[in-house]
């Protein structure tokens, strides 16, 4: 796998994911962010010409996959503030507490390893005040489609980069104790085992 996982899976990443409906969804909650900005599983920049140039300061990219960062380079050199990229997984962020005006995730608690310890440190590098915003494609509310989920959740995670396909994306929120402020949620045009979506903003159950 190790050829297809540097040289095709990047490719094919950021072709689906750059995809009319998920860049509808980027739109719907990318212009929002604003100051000090760190973003969970950047991977390729698809976020980056979204963003409010007018609002945001700087962005920190937490991405582990050297391979699809390559692929950002150019979208990263067109932005108008800083962009710059730690390699690592979203789990143990190397960042002090409250050092964040927005955390942006999008597309990324699908993969990443342990989800709600990732959440965890999203809130606690967000500042007083800061969002956390996100869209997701996650757990689909019909059962006889969240039961396929399940089915081809096994192979489906081993061919897209360790994605899963169907995370109950509220209840991660939860259990890494945020409040979802804002929460909206339905299919997108895709397959409906891949295309139920998740957004809106999350802060501090503090505040």
Not at 77 to 87: H, I, K, Q, S, Y
Not at 97 to 117: E, F, G, K, Q, R
Not at 144 to 160: E, H, S
Request: hydrophobic share 40%.
């Amino acid at each position: 796998m190790g050829f297809y996982n540097t040289t095709i899976l990047p490719v094919v990443l950021d072709l689906a994911c750059g995809s009319k409906p998920i860049d509808k969804q980027r739109q719907k909650i990318i212009p929002q962010a604003r100051g000090e900005v760190v973003e969970i599983g950047i991977g390729s920049g698809l976020n980056l010409p979204h963003y409010d140039a007018s609002k945001v300061t700087r962005v920190t990219g937490i991405d582990p996959d050297d391979a699809i960062w390559e692929k950002a380079a150019e979208r990263a050199t067109a932005c108008d503030f800083p962009v710059e990229r730690l390699g690592l997984s979203g789990e143990t962020l190397p960042l002090d507490d409250a050092s964040a005006d927005t955390v942006v995730v999008t597309y990324a608690l699908c993969t990443i390893p342990d989800p709600v310890a990732a959440l965890r440190e999203m809130g606690r590098i967000l500042r007083p005040g800061g969002e956390i915003l996100f869209t997701e494609h996650g757990r689909a509310p019909d059962l006889g489609v969240a039961r396929w989920q399940q089915r081809i959740d096994p192979i489906w995670k081993r061919l897209a980069g360790g994605c899963h396909t169907g995370r109950d994306i509220p209840a991660l929120f939860d259990q890494a104790g945020l409040k979802l402020a804002r929460l909206e949620e339905m299919y997108i045009p895709g397959p409906k085992v891949l295309s139920y979506n998740y957004w809106g903003a999350a802060i501090r159950s503090s505040e």
